[in-house]
């Protein structure tokens, strides 16, 4: 059975492409995935992400239990600030990649992604036991809209009191903040996955409909248009971020997607012993940035080759809109992952040559900056 966001009726009404997604009906785009693409890049884009998963991690022992479930120190976020972090099973695999929102001093919201919900809200009842915490899934009934560009700010001002810009210019990077949208109330966050600025807005499902139609209306007069899954993911290849199932699995360790900083070992947590093992260890690959010249893209499967041996595997690929030219994410032999190496990709049985890079592809301009 699929899935269905609240917004499914005002898809249609925008004739959206659809595509199953982690189980999910969602819209892959509306007409452009390139003009989506540069309407986030140069204006904004409105998405619906109400496929995420939201799970709620609440009581006096909260923020202990979520230190030992994750790999970062939970209890050292700030009420009113997020983290990014990551789920691991007992040999440092990594399970999920989500944000953890404090909302209160024994209040969290846990935001997994879609495909990975179920085994979030799984892990963290069963690592539960002994913690006085309570945990309840509400991703059925939480809608989330996101407003990502250089034009979210002002989209979001106007549908807001005269408090507004007071709120926005309070709310910093990978922080959270109730507020009242368009009439509605919402959580606010400013976290982002496009490599621009942006809001995530969280409310009731019987609240979507109202507020999509009214950030659309603000976002079209701002420039704006909606935008789907595929723009969704070519940003995000710009700006360098993993998605899982591609840069992150089970069968990845956070050392080898380049995501050590997020781990504390000096607590004790699920994972722990094997990732302590692992950090001694000079890692055996390495996530890169890639790109190219000429117009094929690099998708992900594809072999990455040095002097006629396979050395690594793109992990996500594309032609960026943005770029001009080719850029991809892979792993590839540790010795080979500094900047400026050059490799070659086997694209369909012609060889292409591409040249290791740091990551971010692209970061937005200092006027756009937090």
């Known amino acids: 059975m699929t899935n269905e966001t609240p917004l499914l009726t005002e898809h249609r009404l925008l004739n959206a492409t659809f595509t199953d997604f982690a189980g999910w009906q969602m819209p892959l785009k509306y007409r452009s995935e390139l003009a989506e693409h540069h309407a986030v890049r140069t204006a904004a884009g409105l998405f619906d992400l ?29 009420v009113g600030r997020a983290k990014y972090s990551l789920l691991c099973n007992e040999d440092g695999g990594v399970l999920d990649d989500l944000v953890v929102y404090r909302l209160a001093d024994v209040s969290f919201l846990v935001v997994a992604n879609a495909s990975n919900a179920a085994i979030v809200f799984a892990e963290l009842s069963s690592r539960a036991v002994g913690f006085d ?4 899934d509400e991703s059925a009934e939480t809608a989330l809209l996101a407003v ?89 290849l710009e700006a360098g971020m993993a998605l899982y199932g591609h840069e992150l699995t089970v069968a990845t360790n956070p050392y080898d997607a380049g995501l050590g900083r997020l781990i504390r070992l000096n607590k004790e947590f699920v994972g722990a012993e094997a990732l302590q093992r692992k950090s001694g260890v000079p890692a055996s690959r390495r996530l890169v940035g890639l790109v190219g010249t000429g117009r094929r893209a690099a998708r992900a499967g594809y072999r990455i080759r040095n002097a006629g041996t396979d050395v690594g595997e793109v992990t996500s690929g594309a032609l960026s809109p943005t770029l001009g030219c080719p850029i991809a994410l892979g792993f590839v032999d540790a010795v080979l992952g500094e900047p400026g190496t050059v490799l070659n990709v086997d694209i369909r049985g012609n060889t292409a040559e591409f040249t290791v890079t740091a990551l971010p592809f692209y970061v937005r301009p200092e006027r756009n900056q937090i």
């Open 50 to 78: 109400s496929h995420m998963g939201e799970i709620w991690v609440c009581g006096p022992d909260a923020a202990a239990l979520l230190d030992y479930a994750l790999v970062g120190e939970l209890s050292a976020v700030k």
């Open 133 to 136: 915490v309570d945990i309840a």
């Open 148 to 236: 990502q560009g250089p034009e979210a700010a002002a989209i979001l001002t106007a549908l807001m009191d005269e408090t507004g810009p007071a709120v926005l210019a309070e709310l910093k990077y990978y922080a959270s903040t109730p507020a009242r949208v368009a009439g509605t109330d919402v959580l606010l966050a400013r976290t982002g996955y496009t490599g621009e600025d942006g809001f995530e807005l969280y409310m009731p499902n019987s609240e979507a409909p109202q507020l999509w139609r009214s950030l659309a209306k603000a976002t079209e007069e701002c420039g704006g248009i909606p935008a789907g899954l595929a723009a969704r993911d070519t940003l995000r």
